[in-house]
């Protein structure tokens, strides 16, 4: 079996801020969750999310023979910038270039690194690409526990983290035990969120949330939704913002999700920009996966509401 402190020893050189290790198995209490929140239609539109559900539960339909699954945290926390404060707002995680890439070409790495040290392995990374319950592994792997928001925290990074995974064919000690919960009494985060999106802990019903709506949702929004965003364009980190653990986080600030450009970001930029300034600004950033029309008629109506 190969030793733990080796994996976590890589990642470290890789430069991810945490590592965990489990043993891939049944995601018993995930699974019973997961199913009840889609059967009461909390998804919303996004239909894919009830798709593959049991590859989503059982890493071996995806990695043939697979036995561990790596988890990696890379920290996205940064001061407050103008976009992050004053209306229209856009969520911290896509002020810098498109996550999935940055990510995925860490964990490339960590995995040729494992390769040379132990031969060969076969496996592969996720970030949010496949069917994979990302949280729910990181949380077997004791980096941290799921938050009220249902957010995965890690006692030192807080959740303003990417998680990522290596699904690997090799037998590797488990890292750790679970963290257990430390939310405690706490309910600022259910408290806070304007539109009641957070039912119970851990269940978020998408269809009030304001991420869900300014981005993920396809179809046209009511005009009931564009008074539900609350001054977010993009995203939304209200229930974050709040939570106790992302205060005490330290702040990384790597390289490579930064941009610049986006740091002298100002809200006021929105009005009256153009389709070619917006994908110069925002090319290669997780923007794009909502588009030009969708952030403007939210900013827009943000501006409206002032
Ligand atoms: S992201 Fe915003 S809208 Fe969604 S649950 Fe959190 S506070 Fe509520
Ligand atoms: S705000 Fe409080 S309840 Fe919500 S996730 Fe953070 S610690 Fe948990």
Redesign the pocket.
């Given at each position: 079996m190969i030793p733990n402190q080796r994996i976590v020893a890589l990642a470290t050189e890789v430069g991810f801020d945490a590592c965990g290790v489990c043993v891939v198995g049944d995601l018993v209490e995930e699974k019973d969750r997961f199913k009840d929140w889609i059967s009461k239609g909390h998804h919303a539109e996004m239909a894919y999310m009830a798709k593959n559900f049991e590859m989503r539960m059982n890493p071996a339909l995806i990695v043939p023979n697979a036995k561990s699954v790596i988890s990696v945290l890379l920290s996205y926390k940064r001061e407050d910038l103008s976009i992050t404060t004053n209306p229209p707002k856009i969520s911290r995680y896509a002020l810098g270039p498109d996550y999935h890439g940055a990510m995925k070409l860490m964990l490339f790495d960590l995995m040729s690194r494992i390769r040379a040290e132990f031969g060969a392995v076969n496996g592969r990374a996720f970030v949010d690409s496949a069917p994979v319950l990302e949280r729910a592994w990181a949380v077997k792997a004791g980096l941290g526990w799921i938050?009220?928001?249902s957010?995965l925290?890690n006692p030192a990074l807080g959740?303003y983290v990417f998680i990522g995974e290596l699904i690997v064919d090799i037998d590797i000690e488990p890292t750790s035990v679970e963290i257990p919960d430390?939310?405690?009494n706490?309910?600022?985060?259910?408290d806070?969120c304007p539109n009641g999106a957070i039912l119970s802990?851990r269940v978020v019903d998408a269809n009030k949330c304001i991420s869900y709506i300014n981005i993920e949702k396809k179809t046209p929004l009511t005009e009931q939704e564009y008074s539900m965003l609350n001054g977010w364009c993009f995203g939304c980190d209200i229930?974050?913002e709040?939570?106790?653990?992302?205060k005490k986080a330290a702040i990384k600030n790597h390289p490579q999700l930064q941009n610049e450009k986006l740091n002298d970001l100002l809200p006021e930029q929105f009005v009256n920009m153009s389709e070619t300034e917006f994908e110069k600004l925002f090319a290669e950033t997780p923007l794009m996966r909502a588009g030009y029309e969708k952030v403007m008629l939210a900013a827009t109506s943000i501006y409206q509401q002032k």
């Amino acid at each position: 079996m190969i030793p733990n402190q080796r994996i976590v020893a890589l990642a470290t050189e890789v430069g991810f801020d945490a590592c965990g290790v489990c043993v891939v198995g049944d995601l018993v209490e995930e699974k019973d969750r997961f199913k009840d929140w889609i059967s009461k239609g909390h998804h919303a539109e996004m239909a894919y999310m009830a798709k593959n559900f049991e590859m989503r539960m059982n890493p071996a339909l995806i990695v043939p023979n697979a036995k561990s699954v790596i988890s990696v945290l890379l920290s996205y926390k940064r001061e407050d910038l103008s976009i992050t404060t004053n209306p229209p707002k856009i969520s911290r995680y896509a002020l810098g270039p498109d996550y999935h890439g940055a990510m995925k070409l860490m964990l490339f790495d960590l995995m040729s690194r494992i390769r040379a040290e132990f031969g060969a392995v076969n496996g592969r990374a996720f970030v949010d690409s496949a069917p994979v319950l990302e949280r729910a592994w990181a949380v077997k792997a004791g980096l941290g526990w799921i938050g009220k928001n249902s957010n995965l925290i890690n006692p030192a990074l807080g959740s303003y983290v990417f998680i990522g995974e290596l699904i690997v064919d090799i037998d590797i000690e488990p890292t750790s035990v679970e963290i257990p919960d430390r939310c405690g009494n706490c309910t600022r985060c259910i408290d806070a969120c304007p539109n009641g999106a957070i039912l119970s802990p851990r269940v978020v019903d998408a269809n009030k949330c304001i991420s869900y709506i300014n981005i993920e949702k396809k179809t046209p929004l009511t005009e009931q939704e564009y008074s539900m965003l609350n001054g977010w364009c993009f995203g939304c980190d209200i229930c974050q913002e709040v939570c106790p653990w992302n205060k005490k986080a330290a702040i990384k600030n790597h390289p490579q999700l930064q941009n610049e450009k986006l740091n002298d970001l100002l809200p006021e930029q929105f009005v009256n920009m153009s389709e070619t300034e917006f994908e110069k600004l925002f090319a290669e950033t997780p923007l794009m996966r909502a588009g030009y029309e969708k952030v403007m008629l939210a900013a827009t109506s943000i501006y409206q509401q002032k």
